[in-house]
């Protein structure tokens, strides 16, 4: 091997996949399910919470959050979430991977156990407080984004990368599916252990006084998988790249990838004098013309793609009400409407969301970011307006199984396309010194996304008949042409798809240019060492 390439960073990219490869997976990826479970988990609660803190006397339906409220609760974590990823994202490429990583899992766990201990006199002073915790909830979950994804991608070996930073990702689908098993499991045992009778049975008695430990359980559940990773994530070494590029400490990265690696390596300072001159700001013409629409395409990619994925998550609950697959609220008592929302939820996670996140990590180094993405949000289109269109067809009693079946297509295709492969990309494309930042910024144009959908959704989705709305609310578009706008949305998807460049199989020099002159043109003499590494 020769030329700028440092024989440190050429160690991981042809490095054969070993344990150390899984283990970085597993304390990454338990964040992830972590930021899944929270994130997602308030939706199976928020219909209880609405029934024991909005209770009116002799009213025809349950107590219902308020418009306001409700906005606030679903939507707050994803603040705090985008905040998190600016904001963690640029400290990860100044102080280094390693040492934010920490802070962001404690940040998490504690506000995870915080937010379940709630408190107040009133209902306000409760949903004050619980969105207080959500939101700093969401600034920890926020900096697990960039910097998950920059540390997989950076310890990685060139062949795999794309399935091992889709793995971690793809810890989400575990989170989702444990959040609906625990609200099963919690609703099961509250149910059987305090029966009560249905609302329009008796209102007062359908729900009972400890239903309102049932959501804290379901909520500090979350922190538990967190809290056993934190020992793990703190003797993780510092990344190779970070350490070499960045810090421009050669000897340190030598020393260990060694032990990681468990080969003996070389401290190449002069090469990293070679590689630090070339280095590039985020505000400068150089990184405008090189990764200017790079940054535009995986930033507009996951802000279209998260206004369709976490309205459709969030919401579920109502969709599957108005095709009558959850019978009307008045029919049943709190706890068994939280068991029946789990439920619809569990299946979907199980059928379309946890399958669709592990195909993409079984093919995306076969057939490539750029085809899993494009072919993600073309069938996410298909579906969304095959569900849409025909709309009252699926509300038929005898079609409830196959609006089923269509919408776990859609988050299969989500999660097989643009859900994964917007997490991954940002990772791969970007220069060292920027890399966790570039991925914060593209990861918080798609909170944005998020929170367009989760407050969007909440309005749009009403009926058109103001009778047939929730309490507070005013009359929306209906569920019909919200799936038709979502169906929209994913089309541009496709058409900003083709800003995204393919990273399969290059090194992460070699794609973000790290390895190029002032001109953009290879150093020969790396690229003749690229030849001639074995691989």
């Known amino acids: 091997m020769s030329g700028s390439q440092l024989g440190v960073l050429n160690a991981l990219d042809v490095a054969k996949t070993q344990w150390y490869h899984f283990t970085a997976i597993i304390i990454a990826g338990m964040g992830f399910f972590t930021d899944a479970y929270d994130l997602f988990s308030i939706s199976l609660v928020t219909k209880l919470l609405g029934r024991i803190y909005y209770h009116v006397d002799g009213a025809e339906k349950p107590g219902n959050l308020p418009p306001n409220v409700a906005a606030a609760v679903n939507g707050v974590a994803f603040c705090g979430t ?26 998490m766990v504690i506000c995870s156990i915080a937010s379940g201990l709630s408190f107040g006199h009133s209902a306000k002073g409760v949903m004050a407080t619980l969105c207080f915790f959500r939101f700093w909830l969401g600034f920890g979950i926020g900096g697990d984004y960039p910097l998950s ?45 305090y029966h009560a009778p249905s609302y329009e049975a008796n209102p007062e008695a359908s729900t009972v006084p400890e239903a309102d430990y ?34 421009k400490n050669a000897k340190q990265a030598a020393s260990d990838m060694s032990k990681v690696l468990q080969v003996d390596l070389l401290a190449e300072e002069n090469k990293v004098e070679h590689e630090s001159s070339k280095s590039f700001g985020l505000f400068t013409k150089k990184f405008a013309r090189r990764h200017g629409l790079h940054l535009v395409g995986t930033s ?132 060292a010194r920027l890399r966790s930042t570039c991925h914060g910024i593209s990861a918080a144009a798609g909170k944005a996304g998020a929170i367009v959908g989760a407050f969007g959704f909440l309005y749009a989705a009403q009926s058109t008949d103001p009778t047939q709305t929730d309490a507070g609310y005013p009359p929306g578009i209906g569920v019909k042409k919200s799936l038709i ?13 083709l800003l995204v460049p393919e990273a399969k199989g290059k090194s992460l020099e070699e794609i973000s240019g790290e390895n190029e002159d002032e001109d953009g043109v290879h150093d020969q003499q790396q690229a003749s060492s690229v030849r001639a590494t074995p691989q």
Request: proline share 4%.
């Open 82 to 107: 985008l905040a998190g990823q600016l904001f963690f994202g640029w400290l990860g490429d100044k102080l280094g991977r390693k040492h934010v990583y920490g802070m962001t899992l404690m940040l």
């Open 149 to 193: 994804a920059t540390i997989m991608s950076e310890y990685a070996n060139r062949r795999t990368r794309g399935a091992f930073i889709a793995a971690v990702f793809a810890m989400q689908g575990f989170g989702i599916l444990t959040g609906g098993i625990v609200a099963l499991v919690v609703s099961t045992a509250f149910d059987r252990a």
């Open 214 to 247: 049932a959501w804290r359980i379901i909520l500090m559940f979350g922190s538990v998988p967190a809290a056993m990773t934190y020992y793990w994530r703190m003797k993780m070494p510092e990344t190779a790249r970070y350490t070499a590029l960045v810090a």
């Open 300 to 431: 507009v990619c996951w802000f279209l793609l998260d206004i369709g994925y976490y309205s459709s998550n969030l919401f579920q609950k109502d969709i599957f009400s108005s095709i009558g697959w959850i019978p009307p609220a008045k029919t049943m008592n709190a706890i068994h409407e939280v068991y029946l929302i789990a439920r619809a939820q569990t299946l979907i996670a199980l059928c379309g969301t946890v399958p669709g996140y592990w195909f993409t990590v079984a093919l995306i180094d076969y057939i490539g970011r750029f085809a899993i993405q494009l072919m993600g949000f073309f069938f996410m289109t298909v579906f969304m307006f095959a569900l849409a269109i025909p709309y009252h067809h699926w509300t038929k009693k005898s079609n409830r199984i196959g609006f089923l079946i269509m919408y776990s297509l859609t988050f299969f295709f989500a999660n097989f396309g643009p859900n994964a492969t917007t997490f991954v990309v940002p990772a791969e494309i970007f220069p």
């Open 485 to 497: 706008v979502l169906g929209g949305v994913n089309f541009f998807g496709v058409l900003f798809t």
